[in-house]
């Protein structure tokens, strides 16, 4: 089953912040981020594993809460190259190496 | 860098044609994946492939089928395409370490549209 991303999509400001959220109904061994931007192929941001860890570089960062199956990714005073669609990707404990992608949070960042 | 590229970015087929994607990886990867990707549905997995001649079957794998003869190449065959098929098609490949999954490297997408 997918996970759950919310919101679906959002409008930012520059430098404002945002959150995009991934909800899963299993269990979960890992957490995957990636975004796309328009046209072109998905790119990796971050694993988060089970232990709750986060992670982040520069000013994009993610949490994951694995008790309750959820992940956060948060975008801090966004820049116009963080425009795209963030997916989340699951991996339960029974499907080593495969990931559940979510539907796709769409963000867009205005000048 | 880890290069993965796909036969063709667009394809145009007929209803009932046999259709072949091909996906290509020159990292030494031994994990290789084929998604479809819709508006509004995101990424699923239609097949996967963690050895040559090996295979897994993803989320939606009606209607294909896959083929890995060599390390490098993983191919997705539509056996009689429809209309339904019409979608855009991503290939990935990442590592395998035996426990976890790892970052997945994507191809730049086939967009197939079935007539």
């Known amino acids: 089953q997918q996970p759950v991303q919310s919101p679906q999509a959002v409008i930012l400001r520059e430098g404002e912040d945002a959150v995009i959220n991934c909800s899963s109904s299993?269990?979960?061994?890992?957490v995957h981020w990636y975004r796309q931007k328009h046209g072109e192929a998905p790119v990796f941001l971050m694993i988060?594993?089970?232990?709750?860890e986060q992670k982040g570089h520069e000013k994009i960062s993610a949490s994951f809460n694995e008790k309750k199956q959820q992940s956060s990714l948060y975008l801090t005073a966004s820049q116009l190259s963080y425009s795209g669609t963030y997916f989340c990707?699951?991996?339960?404990?029974?499907?080593?190496?495969?990931?559940?992608f979510g539907t796709g949070t769409r963000l867009t960042i205005i000048p | 860098d880890v290069k993965v590229t796909q036969s063709s970015r667009y394809l145009v087929k007929r209803t009932g044609e046999k259709v072949f994607l091909e996906c290509v990886q020159d990292?030494?990867?031994?994990?290789m994946f084929w998604y479809r990707q819709d508006p509004g549905l995101g990424l699923r997995l239609i097949y996967f492939?963690?050895?040559?001649?090996?295979?897994e079957k993803g989320d939606i794998p009606e209607g294909y089928s896959v083929s890995r003869e060599k390390k490098e190449r993983f191919s997705l065959i539509l056996e009689s395409a429809s209309t339904n098929q019409t979608s855009m098609y991503l290939c990935?490949?990442?590592?395998?370490f035996g426990q976890g999954a790892y970052e997945q490297y994507f191809g730049p997408g086939t967009r197939l549209t079935v007539t």
């Open positions: 299993k269990a979960l061994y890992s």
């Open positions: 990707g699951t991996e339960g404990f029974e499907s080593s190496e495969k990931l559940t």
């Open positions: 492939s963690y050895d040559v001649k090996m295979k």
């Open positions: 990292m030494d990867h031994e994990n």
């Open positions: 990935a490949s990442s590592l395998y």
């Open positions: 988060l594993l089970k232990g709750g």
